[in-house]
């Protein structure tokens, strides 16, 4: 049976690993990680905030976002709440790389493009595989329309690939209008691979204080309908390799992350629930799966219940939301 997968252009035994996480914060964590059979190591982001926060000077070559930006410094977390500054995110990928065999993916996350240029050099100069470009934007500016939201993403991910020789990969929310048509712009770009999707975390209120409060709550299994769905749409559309985080628990979750179009596939709540070595069980009962359904590869597996081989999707989608609507029934009694 061959687990094999190839993802951002590196071969893989399987497709199955950390997602960006605070595990990496951690070196035994990671050596546990490894153990436990992780196919590679993905870094948690690190911030343009983090970055500026170091090296004031940048802000005076930021882009027309510079207000807003500055704006955000002033709510952003000290440098002394992260367990990893700059310096100590670069040299973690370093001793990653020197105390285990695992390929390291590099993540960042900024806003503008002067953000993610110096260090995704830096990332790749530490020895890191591949790097993710974790694009967590809200578009909350009435004046700024979609075509500009799509534009930043594209001039970052053009900007990026062009400065690194490392493979790059776009982890996206799900709300843009044409996620496709996006994900070939991604692709035109020059980035190798796209993540779906990030989370966006929602505050609380807190009415008595009459403040915000972040509230981070762990995925479950439910969240991975949304991953699934896209999945399934861009499988076979795109020259990207696709990666799912967000909602896989389990084996089944896995078994049906690989048959929607995933190339690999980034666990994190679980393993932060359930500690690192929860990722062998779900390595051993995919493993499983494939036996007992009788599938000789990933790659048989991969896609075989996507829209790509449905004759027209569109038609596939509305029949299927006209069936989930006409067919709903209430419970007996509660109507």
Known sequence: MDLAT??????????????????????????????SGAAAIVMHSLFEEQIAHEQLSAVTHLDA??????????????????????????????????TT???????????????????????????????????????????????????????????VSASITIPVAVKLSPFFSSLTHLARQIEAAGAVGLIVFNRFYQP?????????????????????????????????RTGLS???????????????????????????????????ERLRLVIDGFTAWMEEHEYASVTQMRGSMSLFHTPNPQAFERANYMHVLQGWRSPAGTI
């Not at 065999?101 to 790749?124: C, K």
Request: charged share 20%; proline share 6%; glycine share 8%.
């Open 6 to 35: 190839t993802y951002l252009g590196l071969d893989l035994p399987h497709p199955f690993m950390p997602g960006a996480s605070p595990l990496v914060d951690n070196l035994d964590l990671v050596k546990r990680l490894e153990d």
């Open 65 to 98: 976002h510079a207000d807003s930006f500055a704006e955000a410094l002033s709510y952003f977390p000290a440098p002394a709440a992260f367990a990893l500054g700059p310096e100590q995110y670069l040299e973690r990928i370093r001793q990653i790389k020197e």
């Open 101 to 159: 065999a695992l390929p390291v993916i590099g993540s960042l996350n900024g806003t503008t493009n002067e953000g993610w240029l110096h260090y995704a050099e830096l990332i790749q100069q530490a020895g890191a595989d591949a790097l993710e470009l974790n694009i967590y934007f809200l578009a909350t500016d009435p004046d700024e329309g979609g075509v500009a939201v799509e534009s930043r993403v594209l001039d970052i991910t053009r900007t």
């Open 204 to 236: 609380d209120i807190d009415v008595e204080a009459l403040e915000t409060l972040p509230s981070l709550q762990l995925s479950d299994s439910s969240e991975l309908l949304l991953r699934l769905r896209w999945l399934g749409i861009l499988h076979g």
């Open 242 to 276: 696709l990666a799912a985080t967000g909602g896989v628990h389990d084996s089944l979750d896995a078994v049906k992350a690989i048959m929607s179009g995933a190339h690999a596939v980034q666990m994190v709540s679980c393993l932060l629930r359930h500690g690192p």
